[in-house]
Each structure stands twice: as structure tokens, then as C-alpha cells.
């Protein structure tokens, strides 16, 4: 069956840490994977999006990689700030422009200041 | 903001009713999907429409239906609902096309099935 994994519920990390989360997937072939941000109450906001043909992706302080031999993408944040506490989603889209979205369960981080 | 809106933002139903939950896209876009999202759970994808055409359906049994109307807007109907029924909706809008794959969420509307 098709599964999209995050490594963990919730991890706390001291501010200006690097903060890394993974996304794990089986039985899909995403032409692209997205990283989204949501915070209580509120819809997913957009980070960042990377194709199936590229490595590495940044903005400002986010970074992210997908490597699909292994099925995996991580998510990092440097210098991590207590603004950055939030639930983290990963999402795959198996088709080409049709964003048809399917995410993982989310990551909850949370940044001690 | 993303310029999507949703509304209402919520809503208490009782077992068995019918709900209209309704989506303003952004400017520009011509494809919404919906979501539905369980507490402590991922969203899930139930439909997208494109230029008024229902364009993939997810897990989600024929009393979830959809419209979308000509100027992009869209409507989430779902019948005889249940109690498992309750969760967050969410609408996002996008453009069709490769490499245009970021969607733009609304705030989302919350439903509580009694």
C-alpha cells in the first residue's frame, strides 16, 4: 500500500540549532515533493517545491533534498528561531502540474528558546 | 494571506444531514482541490476540479461531491453525513501546468458532525 511517513510526531530543538525532518515514502512515483508549513487552526502554507530530476533546493534559511533511489526527502532549517515552532508536512505529487497532493502526517517542531 | 477564502470557517451539523461548504480561489488560478483533515492527521485529498471538470477523486465515496463554477470558485457538498465526517476542509487553488505545482490553501472550515 501506498505510504507517506514523517520521522516523528514532534521534535524540540534548542534555537539556533539546525532543525532536519524526514519524509519517507513507498509506492509512489512523485513527479514533484512540496514542503508545507501549518500552524493551528490555519491552512498549510507553501515553503518549498522540488523536482523529481533535482538533488537539493534552498531558500533562505530552508533547505531541502529529495533522493528518489532511497524514497526520501529531509527538510532542514538553520539557525532555527522559536518562530519557526510549527507542524511540518511533506506532500507528493504523483502527476506532472496535476497537484493532486498527498501528505504525510506532519512533523510537529518546536524551538526553545 | 493567500487570497483564498472559505466559508463558513464553522459549522455543527447533526448525523445524517447534508453540508455545502463553499471556496473562493485565488486570482488567477483554475484548479481547486479539497481536503479533508482529521485531528493530528495529514490532509487528505478527496477531489480536485479543472475548468469545471471533477479531475481525480481520492478515497472518498460518491456523497462527496463537488462543483466548480465558471469563475473558478468551488463548492464541497457531502450527503448523509457521519460522525467521522467531522474534520477540518480545506480548499486550495493552483495553476494547472509543470513546474506550477505550489497550491495556496484557505484558512479552512471546520465541521463538527453531532
Known amino acids: 500500500s501506498q505510504k507517506i511517513e514523517q520521522n516523528s510526531e514532534a521534535l524540540n530543538i534548542q534555537e539556533g540549532k539546525t532543525a532536519t525532518l524526514t519524509c519517507n515514502y513507498t509506492?509512489?512515483?512523485?513527479?514533484?515533493l512540496q514542503w508545507y508549513r501549518q500552524d493551528p487552526g490555519r491552512g498549510p502554507v507553501f515553503l518549498l517545491l522540488?523536482?523529481?530530476?533535482?538533488k537539493e533546493k534552498r531558500k533562505e534559511r530552508l533547505k531541502v533534498t529529495f533522493d528518489t533511489t532511497l524514497k526520501q526527502s529531509l527538510f532542514h532549517i538553520t539557525a532555527s528561531q522559536p518562530a519557526d515552532s510549527a507542524t511540518y508536512l511533506c506532500?507528493?505529487?504523483?502527476?506532472?502540474?496535476?497537484?493532486?497532493?498527498?501528505f504525510g502526517t506532519g512533523t510537529r517542531l518546536t524551538v526553545i528558546p | 494571506e493567500t487570497g483564498v477564502t472559505q466559508s463558513p470557517t464553522h459549522l455543527i451539523k447533526t448525523r445524517g444531514q447534508q453540508v455545502t461548504l463553499r471556496c473562493s480561489s485565488q486570482?488567477?488560478?483554475?484548479?481547486v482541490s479539497w481536503y479533508q483533515q482529521a485531528l493530528g492527521q495529514g490532509p487528505q485529498f478527496i477531489f480536485q476540479?479543472?475548468?469545471?471538470?471533477?479531475?481525480g477523486r481520492g478515497n472518498f465515496p460518491p456523497r462527496f461531491s463537488g462543483l466548480q463554477f465558471p469563475n473558478y470558485s468551488s463548492e464541497l457538498n457531502v450527503n448523509a453525513l457521519e460522525l467521522d465526517d467531522s474534520a477540518l476542509y480545506l480548499c486550495?487553488?493552483?495553476?494547472?501546468?509543470?513546474?506550477?505545482?505550489?497550491?495556496?490553501f484557505g484558512q479552512g472550515t471546520r465541521l463538527t458532525v453531532v
Open positions: 486550495a487553488s493552483s495553476s494547472r501546468g509543470p513546474g506550477l505545482g505550489e497550491a495556496f
Open positions: 509506492n509512489y512515483s512523485p513527479a514533484y
Open positions: 522540488i523536482r523529481e530530476n533535482e
Open positions: 506532500a507528493l505529487d504523483p502527476q506532472t502540474g496535476a497537484n493532486n497532493l498527498f
Open positions: 486570482s488567477g488560478h483554475n484548479t
Open positions: 476540479y479543472y475548468r469545471e471538470e471533477e479531475n
